[in-house]
């Protein structure tokens, strides 16, 4: 019970309390236009884009990974773009230097002091693409703003906008100048998104479609960022039954003793699964969360925070039997009745 308590942010509601309230209309209606704007430039992944929508409510970041060509770079910019907040973009490359994204200071030649000059990633979307063609050290410049929301420079710390999400893209093919991830750089992200192929319709669209910018150009913000940050705070106020919470906890648990994982979810991976779960909620329309909001949420949110003992020499491979481990051991865990 101690690890449960831990695990919960907030007491749950008694079960003789009133039933649970529905969430306001105005609210629902903002999300799904936010949904349906991105899907104007991304046919036929609903389900990817209420994913990347669940982890801008729930304050996290996204890992968009999958082969070239699949429309990446496209979902990030047309979440970027529903947004009414400043937008950046970073083209990761191989000799970036870590001030080319926190910034640096200059000296002002009429004051004769240094001024600071913040880099992209002061702004409220940050688009990091190809973030693997980084090396470390330009990855790690990434770390203090994705877990504290703000930049220590030049012995400073400076504070960083809210709302503020990185959505990061990802080629799982290891080509000539690319560098895996750190665990630790993983494990700032709170969910890993896959694209996948699109159906035959959704691709003959896509196949006839001109000028894919003419229609991101057209995109109007939904949202303000003012409102963004009144949807995350709706998120904590969703509400998780004590049993429901404990089954999340015991699929956390799961992965630190299945034969095939090596390195289970940590207490940070758990405290994320738990809060995407609450926003996975929120985004179809309930204030409660229930055990296929945990079934849905789990791979994307734990399957990149462990360690199987595959010998997968491939980043695809290893990502796939990621999935698995987490897929088997959520398959394996009773269900609360």
């Keep these: 019970m101690t690890q449960l308590r831990a695990f919960q942010r907030k007491p749950g509601r008694a079960m003789n309390e009133s039933p649970v309230r529905q969430i306001d209309p105005h609210i629902m209606e903002r999300i799904t236009a936010l949904i349906s704007g991105v899907e104007r430039v991304i046919f036929g992944k609903r389900e990817t884009v209420k994913l990347c929508v669940t982890g801008l409510l729930a304050r996290g970041h996204i890992l968009i990974e999958d082969v070239p060509g699949i429309g990446k770079t496209t979902l990030a910019q047309g979440l970027a773009r529903s947004i009414d907040c400043k937008f950046s973009r970073i083209q990761f490359t191989s000799d970036m230097l870590p001030s080319d994204i926190l910034g640096v200071s200059v000296l002002n030649p009429k004051s004769r002091e240094f001024e600071f000059r913040p880099g992209p990633i002061f702004a409220g979307v940050v688009l990091a693409d190809e973030i693997n063609r980084t090396p470390p050290k330009n990855q790690s410049a990434l770390l203090e703003a994705m877990s504290e929301f703000q930049v220590s420079v030049d012995g400073l710390t400076r504070p960083l906008p809210s709302p503020f999400i990185v959505l990061a893209t990802q080629n799982p093919i290891e080509y000539e100048g690319t560098y895996t991830l750190p665990e630790s750089?993983?494990?700032?992200?709170?969910?890993?998104?896959?694209?996948?192929?699109?159906?035959?319709?959704?691709?003959?669209?896509?196949?006839?479609?001109?000028?894919?910018?003419?229609?991101?150009?057209?995109?109007?913000?939904?949202?303000?960022?003012?409102?963004?940050?009144?949807?995350?705070?709706?998120?904590?106020?969703?509400?998780?039954?004590?049993?429901?919470?404990?089954?999340?906890?015991?699929?956390?648990?799961?992965?630190?003793?299945?034969?095939?994982?090596?390195l289970g979810a940590s207490p940070r991976a758990a405290q994320a699964f738990y809060e995407a779960c609450q926003a996975h909620a929120l985004v179809n329309g309930r204030d409660y969360v229930t055990p296929d909001d945990a079934k849905?949420?789990?791979?994307?949110?734990?399957?990149?925070?462990?360690?199987?003992r595959s010998r997968e020499g491939n980043l695809a491979a290893a990502a796939r039997a990621r999935a698995r481990a987490v897929f088997d051991v959520v398959k394996n865990t009773p269900i609360p009745r």
């Design 185 to 262: 750089q993983l494990d700032r992200f709170m969910l890993r998104v896959e694209m996948g192929y699109p159906g035959s319709k959704d691709e003959l669209h896509i196949m006839r479609r001109r000028d894919p910018r003419a229609e991101m150009a057209r995109l109007e913000p939904v949202l303000t960022g003012d409102e963004i940050v009144a949807l995350q705070d709706q998120v904590s106020d969703i509400h998780v039954d004590d049993s429901v919470a404990q089954y999340m906890l015991t699929i956390v648990q799961g992965t630190r003793q299945h034969e095939h994982i090596q």
């Design 296 to 308: 849905q949420m789990a791979v994307p949110a734990l399957s990149h925070r462990v360690l199987v």
